[in-house]
């Protein structure tokens, strides 16, 4: 992911969080959309779409079960869908793109 745009939906975005993701995935930028209980995911979409977007992350401490449907258009974009189970400290973000889509970035990197 070096060098690209990552979406992360989930929580509330903090500024420190954010950069320190950036800076220790070397990430181009990371697009966080915040999130509050129970609301439409359809304004997602836009994001996940755009062509610059590589990876979609989500935080699942901090979103709704409707959210599950982010995947749906993660598979519609051909986007690689991480859920991230315990946090987003850098090396559990490494750890879960790692365990769970290395084998598709690997693939689309070729």
């Keep these: 992911v070096q060098g690209k745009v990552v979406v992360m939906i989930g929580g509330q975005e903090r500024r420190r969080s954010k950069e ?55 598979k519609r974009h051909g986007k690689p869908f991480v859920r991230l189970p315990r946090g987003y400290g850098s090396n559990q973000v490494a750890y879960e793109i790692l365990r769970q889509v290395s084998g598709q970035l690997e693939a689309r990197s070729r």
């Design 20 to 74: 320190a993701l950036e800076q220790d995935l070397g990430l181009a930028d990371l697009r966080w959309i915040s999130t509050a209980p129970h609301e439409s995911i359809s304004y997602f979409e836009p994001e996940i779409a755009r062509a610059e977007t590589v990876l979609v992350l989500l935080a699942i401490r901090w979103a709704s079960h409707s959210y599950e449907g982010v995947k749906d258009f993660c």
